[in-house]
């Protein structure tokens, strides 16, 4: 079940526009989990149309991942004020969507830190542990969850961008 329209199981729910759900094809035995929506992502009610979205839309593109095919999800269905990052008992209060909506999957990308450290439930170091798969059990059996950059980190640094690129041609591969 996804989450009430009027959600308040934490305080995120206070300031959002939208409730931001995830968009591509729920039953995709691949799916990309972000951090938090933006400003953008808050107004449309869709995860990743702003900036860092239309980065890993090229990325995708480049990968040869189509949006509609993988399940494109957030740790957070709402906004955090000012873009910060999601507090831990706020990805807490989500968990049970994010459950929900990641079960049976193949291969899970954590987009970025905040991602990674929801799922696998500890602190990491990027470039110790990208793009490395690792399995783990989210409540549902055991998946594969790989840790890689985050689109908005690929900004200024080609080097994350090959590394987001080549994860996303991994799962690519899993379709
Ligand atoms: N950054 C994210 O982590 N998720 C979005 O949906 C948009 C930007």
Redesign the pocket.
């Known amino acids: 079940m996804p989450p009430e329209a009027d959600c308040r199981r934490c305080r995120l729910g206070e300031a959002r526009t939208n409730i931001?759900l995830p968009c591509g094809n729920p039953g995709s035995k691949v799916a990309l989990v972000?951090?938090?929506?933006?400003a953008q992502?808050d107004l449309r009610g869709i995860?990743?149309v702003?900036k860092?979205?239309k980065i890993l839309d090229g990325l995708m593109a480049e990968a040869g991942l189509e949006r509609e095919k993988v399940t494109i999800t957030?740790t957070v269905k709402c906004r955090p004020p000012g873009n910060r990052r999601p507090k831990a008992d706020e990805m807490a209060a989500c968990r049970p969507f994010l459950q929900e909506e990641l079960r049976g999957k193949q291969l899970v990308l954590a987009?970025?830190l905040s991602a990674a450290e929801d799922l696998l439930g500890k602190k990491m170091v990027m470039k110790d542990v990208c793009n490395r798969p690792v399995n783990a059990d989210l409540g549902d059996g055991q998946i594969t969850i790989m840790v890689t950059y985050?689109p908005?980190a690929c900004i200024y640094r080609p080097a994350a961008k090959e590394v987001l690129r080549d994860a996303l041609k991994i799962a690519a591969s899993y379709l």
């Open positions: 931001v972000g951090e938090a929506p933006g992502e995860p990743f702003g860092a979205g957030n987009l970025g985050h908005s």
